[in-house]
């Protein structure tokens, strides 16, 4: 969702700022602005639409401030409260124009303290709930911009990361997070500030992650680390360990694109020294239970939205099978607030690619304060839920930028088979079992690679339906949750309106809607249950639905009598998902550019959802 950036250093910074407002466009959103801090006075350009406009105001401006400043800070807006123009795009200033501040998360008492400051003569002018916090922070500032700061984050509820500056102390940049991430990066004679990696990277790797409730004070001296109190508090710097040009699309024409294709290799990162031939099981050094502890698991319970959720109910589906342990999957939201039964040996797992999606994070919280064991299934290196869950596991994608989820989802699963492998090993799997599943698990990115390369003529199935406004996914049991997968993809990025069904749910009020322009990919794998799928394949064809089948190598024949098919690998039926989820990524790619959709940044989507 929104991103915020700041600068302090020696260099130009209305540059450094549009710069990392560009790199961190994937997340989602639809206005921005920056300001500047230059000679005791605070310059400003915001616009409603994209980085490019801003750009273009940046440029065309003769303003000193901005044309100078070595201290200044931005932002995406994603709106939330009120339309996406210029008086709502941050930076927001307060009514004396001498206080600046981005902001990121949502203000609950909002109107309240909106209220509040009426009272006493400060009016707001945006429909926006950030403004409140800046007003407050220059009602409240008595000389001092962290004390100001503090003093007005303890009178609001709800969720930020700011930063802020006054231009009565122009040497000093405040930065404070409660619920939205905050990564300082610590360069050389400049210190950046991001809610994203990405807008650091090209800087300096050395990052310092904000907790909740920490607030940073930047100036000449360097950063100071305080909590709200202003005691002193310390936080070690890390190295982020992003590859030169990995947040780059590079030659292709989306990110969607470059990260479908850099699945083999990310696969190959999730596997890396995690299998152990010699044991027949996985060695996830996050999940470091003892075989005794593993023992006393009585439950998994997944969590997760999304493509994350997808990912874990083939999770759920291997935990079960595999390791005999019972297990759920739950959307997220709906886990935090239905006050769910969680037991001592219940082990709840948190997957999230950003590590920072609201309901997932909240119901991280939630399942440890009933006394689960908690482990988090994250990417995103030292974000939220990777740090609060501790025992966590890293999938080691890479950055995913397009906001669809392409590799994050294949790593996912390979992450969750390694998981569903290790708790099998402790239990009823023999090793020779667990042995043949390494060595699946290990060929997954050749699998991959293998769909890769058909690529054209998935493009050919693509765009004979490319004009379609209706479509159908089908699958059974392992291929259930890719079949909800392929539709998600579609939907988010070409508009056309698909769902994803079980097969055998078909016949109990969606086969209605099917007729000649409504195609099905029904998920025709060989898996258990394939036979059934078929017949529901048939079943639309007879209501002359237009039927894509996906077909196991070697398996052809099954798709006789349907209009076209696309062949995936044959692999066992936990192994299936992998391969065949990647053949309609490409193919929900391949008719969204058909029809010339804005891939990587789709309409009202955001990369990293960190409101509920
Ligand atoms: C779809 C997609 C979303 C995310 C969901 C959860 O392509 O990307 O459905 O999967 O918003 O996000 P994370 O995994 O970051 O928690």
Redesign the pocket.
Known sequence: MCGIVGYFGKRKASEILVDGLRRMEYRGYDSAGIACLFDGQIGLVKNAGKIKDLRAGVNASTDASILNATLGIGHTRWATHGPPNELNAHPHLDASGHFAMVHNGIIENYKEVRNGLAQHGVECISDTDSEVLIQLIGYCYQGNLEDAVSEALKKIKGTYGIVVMTDHEPGKLVTARCGSPIVLGIGKDETLVASDASAIIPHTRDAVYLEDFDMAVITDDGVEMLDLQHAPINREVTAMDWEEGAAEKGDYAHFMLKEMFEQPDAIGNAIRGRLDFDMGTAVLSGLDFSPRETALIGRVLVV??????HAGMVGEYAIEEMAGIPSEVEQAAEFRYRNPIITPTDLVVA???????AD?LAAVREAKHKGAIVSGLC??VGST?ARETGRGVYLHAGPEIG????K??TCQVSVMLMMALKLARTRRMPRHEGEELCGWIERMPELVEKVLTQNDAIKAVAQKYAQCEDTFFIGRGYLFPVALEGA??LK?ISYIHAEGYHAAELKHGPIALLQENTPVVALLNNIPGKDKTLGNAEECKARNAPVIAVVSEGDEGVADGFDDVIVVPDCPPCITPVPTVVALQLLAYHIAAARGCEIDQPRN?A???TVE
């Open positions: 997760g939205c999304g493509t994350s959720m997957i999230s690619q950003s590590g920072e999606t997932t990417n995103v839920i906001v669809a989820s392409t994050a989802f998600l993809k988010e989507l990369k990293s959802v």
